[in-house]
C-alpha cells in the first residue's frame, strides 16, 4: 500500500479514518516514500497504525523512509504512551458522604486557625505592652494613616448618603400618618446603632482586608517572611501588630465619623424634604434619643476590627509561590470578613436585645 | 561544505530602550538543523534578541527575515502561519495556571481546523512523553510540577506543532546538575530526530558544551563572533577569551568527552 502528500497535523483527522478503516489482511507494507511531508503527528498515526496490526498477529513494515522519516518514527515509537488508568472517583453516597465530612471539617479547622491568629495577635501584643522596645511605632503611625485617614473621604460619603436615603424614605412613609418628626428618631436610631459603624466596617473590610493579604501575601510568595524568620524577626510581631492594632485604633474612629456624616445627611435632607430645621432636627435628637445607641453601636467597632484585621492577615500567610493564589487569598479574604462582620453584627444585635439595651 | 539553508536572516537589528543602545547593526544568520547557542554577559540583550526573532520585540531598525519571510512587514495571515512554524519555550516554561499539562499543550493545537479532539488528546500525551514526562503528569497542574518538569512541559508546548525552530530561554537555568544535562540530552535528542533548528540562550557552559553545533558570542552591542567550541578558545577578545578560559569553562570542557561519547551512541 503506498501513501502520498503530505501526512501532519492538518491532515491527520482524516488520514486516521482511512488508516482506521484498513483491515489487516490488507496491508502487509506500508510505502511512505511518496510522503512530501511527515510530522509527529502523522508519524503517531503509522505507529498507532503498527500496533493495531500487530495485537491482531499481524507485522506491517513500513518502508520507503527517508533518514528523517525514519528516526522520527523511531523516536514517536519509543515515546508512544502507555496509557495510565486515572483512579476515578465514583460519586456513590459514601464519597459524597466523605466529601461533605471533609468540607465541614475544613471550615473547623479554618475557624481554629483564625483564633489561633487572634490568639497570637493578643500574646504579641502583650509581649510589646512588656518589651515596648520591639514594638514598631512608625509601622503602626503608617498603617494608621492608611487604614484610617485614607479612609475618611469613602466613609463620609457613604455615611452621609445612607442619612439622606433614610430620611427621604422615612419621610414619604412617615408623612401617611403625619409623623414626619419621627423620622429624626428614624435616622439617629438606624445610624447610630447600626448602620454608621455596620457599613463602614464593610467598607474597611473590602478596602483593608484585601490590602493586609495582598501585602502580606505578597511577602509570603517571594520568600521575604521566611527571611524574616532566619534573621529572628517575628512576622507576627511585624507585620500582624501594627495592622491589626491600627484597626482597632482606627474603626471607632472612622465609625464616629460615619455617625456625623450620617445624621449630617439625614438632617439637611429633612430640612429641605420636610422642613425639620436643623435647630429642631437638634432638639429632637438630644430629646428623643438616648445616648446608649451611640454606645451600643460603637462598643461593636473594636470586635470588627479584629475580625477584619485576622482574617486580612490570615489569608495573606495562606498565600502559596503562586500568582494564582495570591489573588484567591485576596478576594476570600474580602468575601470572609464581610460576611464574619455582618454574622458578628446579627450576633450583637439579638445580644442587645435580650439584655435589653 | 555545501551551501546550508539560511533559516534566521538578522541584519542591521537595532534595539534600544531610550537613551540605552542594547544591539547597533547587528546582523546573524541561522541554519536549518543547527543548535545554535547564544551567549553574552549579563545585560548584553540576549533575551532581547530571542524576542526580536520571536517578534515580541519590534527593533528600532534592521531586517528579520525568518523562514523567508520578513517577519516586520508580514500581514496579519503570513504572521500566523509563520507563528505556527516556530515554537518559544519561556524561562519557567509560562504555562498557563488555569489549565493541566496536556491542556497547555493542546493550546497551540486547537487552532488547527478539523483536528480531532482525541486525537488532539492522544497527540499532547505523546509530546509529553518525548519530552520525558511521566503520563500522569499530564493531569497536573502547573503549580504541582518541578521547575524542571515545567521546563520539560513548556518545551512540549513549544513543540506542539511541530515547528521549524524552537526558541529556548534559558532551558537548563535553575536545575540541578543531574536534571540540567538530562535536559541537554533531551534537546540534542529531540532536535536530531525532529529536525529542528534550536536557538538556544544561555549561560551554562555545560549546555554549550554538551549540544551547541556553534555559538554566538553578544557584546560590544553586536554579534562579535560566531564558531564552534573550538573557535571559541581561539578568539582573541577579552570578554570571550575570559568566557571559555575561565575556570569553569575548563571544567565544562574536561567534561566534554564524555559528553561527545554519549552523542556517538
Keep these: 500500500m503506498h501513501l502520498s502528500g503530505p501526512l501532519t497535523i492538518y491532515t491527520v483527522t482524516a488520514a486516521r479514518t482511512e488508516l482506521q478503516a484498513l483491515a489487516p489482511d490488507?496491508?502487509?507494507?506500508?510505502?511512505?516514500?511518496?510522503?512530501d511531508r511527515l510530522d509527529t503527528a502523522g508519524a503517531w498515526a503509522l505507529v498507532q497504525l503498527q500496533?493495531?496490526?500487530?495485537?491482531?498477529?499481524?507485522?506491517?513494515?513500513?518502508?520507503?523512509?527517508s533518514s528523517e522519516a525514519a528516526s522520527l518514527l523511531e523516536s514517536v515509537e519509543q515515546a508512544m504512551p502507555e496509557k495510565q488508568a486515572v483512579a476515578e472517583e465514583r460519586l456513590t453516597f459514601k464519597a459524597w458522604l466523605d466529601r461533605f465530612g471533609r468540607k465541614v471539617m475544613s471550615g473547623v479547622a479554618f475557624l481554629r486557625a483564625l483564633t489561633a491568629y487572634l490568639g497570637m495577635f493578643l500574646h504579641?501584643?502583650?509581649?510589646?505592652?512588656?518589651?515596648?522596645?520591639?514594638?514598631?511605632?512608625?509601622?503602626?503611625?503608617?498603617?494608621?494613616?492608611?487604614?484610617?485617614?485614607?479612609?475618611?473621604?469613602?466613609?463620609?460619603?457613604?455615611?452621609?448618603?445612607?442619612?439622606?436615603?433614610?430620611?427621604?424614605?422615612?419621610s414619604t412613609q412617615l408623612r401617611q400618618f403625619g409623623a414626619e418628626v419621627f423620622v429624626v428618631d428614624l435616622i439617629a436610631i438606624s445610624v447610630l446603632r447600626e448602620l454608621g459603624i455596620l457599613l463602614t466596617?464593610?467598607?474597611?473590610?473590602?478596602?483593608?482586608?484585601?490590602?493586609?493579604t495582598a501585602a502580606i501575601g505578597s511577602m509570603k510568595m517571594r520568600e521575604e517572611i521566611d527571611a524574616m524568620r532566619t534573621l529572628g524577626l517575628d512576622p507576627a510581631m511585624n507585620l500582624f501588630v501594627p495592622r491589626i492594632l491600627a484597626l482597632l485604633i482606627m474603626l471607632p474612629i472612622l465609625g464616629l465619623i460615619a455617625n456625623l456624616a450620617g445624621?449630617?445627611?439625614?438632617?439637611?435632607?429633612?430640612?429641605?424634604?420636610?422642613?425639620?430645621?436643623?435647630?429642631?432636627?437638634?432638639?429632637?435628637l438630644v430629646e428623643g434619643t438616648s445616648v446608649d445607641h451611640v454606645f451600643v453601636g460603637l462598643v461593636k467597632a473594636p470586635f470588627f476590627a479584629l475580625i477584619i484585621g485576622v482574617v486580612g492577615c490570615h489569608a495573606g500567610m495562606q498565600v502559596q509561590s503562586n500568582a494564582e493564589s495570591l489573588g484567591r487569598m485576596t478576594s476570600n479574604a474580602v468575601v470572609t470578613a464581610i460576611f464574619a462582620v455582618i454574622v458578628a453584627d446579627a450576633v450583637f444585635s439579638i445580644f442587645f436585645a435580650r439584655i435589653g439595651i | 561544505m555545501t551551501e546550508r539553508e539560511v533559516v534566521i536572516k538578522l541584519r542591521g537589528i537595532r534595539n534600544q530602550f531610550g537613551s540605552q543602545v542594547v544591539h547597533e547593526d547587528l546582523d546573524l544568520d541561522v541554519y536549518r538543523g543547527e543548535i545554535l547557542g547564544v551567549v553574552g554577559g549579563s545585560g548584553t540583550g540576549k533575551s532581547v534578541l530571542l524576542r526580536t526573532i520571536a517578534g515580541l520585540q519590534r527593533p528600532a531598525a534592521g531586517s528579520v527575515d525568518v523562514l523567508g519571510t520578513d517577519v516586520l512587514n508580514a500581514d496579519e495571515d503570513t504572521r500566523q502561519a509563520l507563528e505556527n512554524r516556530w515554537g518559544v519555550m519561556f524561562q519557567d516554561g509560562a504555562l498557563f495556571s488555569s489549565l493541566t499539562v496536556r491542556e497547555n499543550i493542546e493550546v497551540p493545537m486547537r487552532a488547527i481546523p478539523g483536528l480531532d479532539p482525541a486525537i488532539r488528546s492522544n497527540l499532547a500525551d505523546l509530546k509529553i512523553s518525548m519530552v520525558g514526562l511521566q503520563y500522569l503528569a499530564g493531569d497536573k497542574y502547573p503549580s504541582e510540577l518541578s521547575g524542571g518538569m515545567r521546563k520539560r512541559a513548556g518545551l512540549a508546548r513549544a513543540l506542539a506543532l511541530d515547528p521549524d525552530i524552537v526558541f529556548l530561554d534559558e532551558p537548563t537555568a535553575g536545575l540541578d546538575p543531574i536534571g540540567a544535562a538530562a535536559f541537554d540530552q533531551l534537546i540534542r535528542g529531540l532536535s536530531h530526530s525532529l529536525g529542528l533548528t534550536v536557538f538556544l540562550v544561555t549561560h551554562d557552559l555545560d549546555t554549550l558544551h554538551a549540544t551547541?553545533?556553534?555559538?554566538?558570542?553578544?557584546?560590544?552591542?553586536?554579534?562579535?563572533?560566531?564558531g564552534t567550541m573550538q573557535d571559541m578558545l581561539d578568539v582573541d577578545h577579552p570578554w570571550v577569551h575570559e568566557y571559555f578560559h575561565g575556570p569553569r569553562a575548563r571544567a565544562a570542557a574536561q567534561a566534554e568527552p564524555r559528553a561527545s561519547e554519549k552523542k556517538g551512541d
Excluded at chain 2, 212 to 226: H, S
Design chain 1, 26 to 35: 490488507d496491508v502487509s507494507t506500508l510505502d511512505i516514500s511518496a510522503l
Design chain 1, 51 to 65: 500496533t493495531r496490526f500487530a495485537d491482531a498477529g499481524r507485522d506491517v513494515s513500513i518502508t520507503g523512509a
Design chain 1, 124 to 170: 504579641r501584643l502583650g509581649r510589646a505592652i512588656r518589651h515596648p522596645s520591639e514594638f514598631r511605632l512608625t509601622s503602626l503611625v503608617h498603617h494608621c494613616e492608611e487604614v484610617g485617614l485614607k479612609a475618611v473621604p469613602i466613609v463620609a460619603l457613604m455615611a452621609f448618603l445612607i442619612g439622606v436615603v433614610l430620611a427621604f424614605q422615612g
Design chain 1, 201 to 212: 466596617a464593610i467598607i474597611v473590610a473590602g478596602r483593608t482586608a484585601s490590602a493586609f
Design chain 1, 263 to 284: 445624621l449630617f445627611g439625614g438632617g439637611l435632607m429633612s430640612w429641605i424634604d420636610l422642613g425639620i430645621s436643623p435647630a429642631m432636627f437638634m432638639t429632637r
Design chain 2, 212 to 226: 551547541c553545533d556553534r555559538i554566538a558570542v553578544l557584546a560590544e552591542r553586536k554579534v562579535l563572533v560566531t
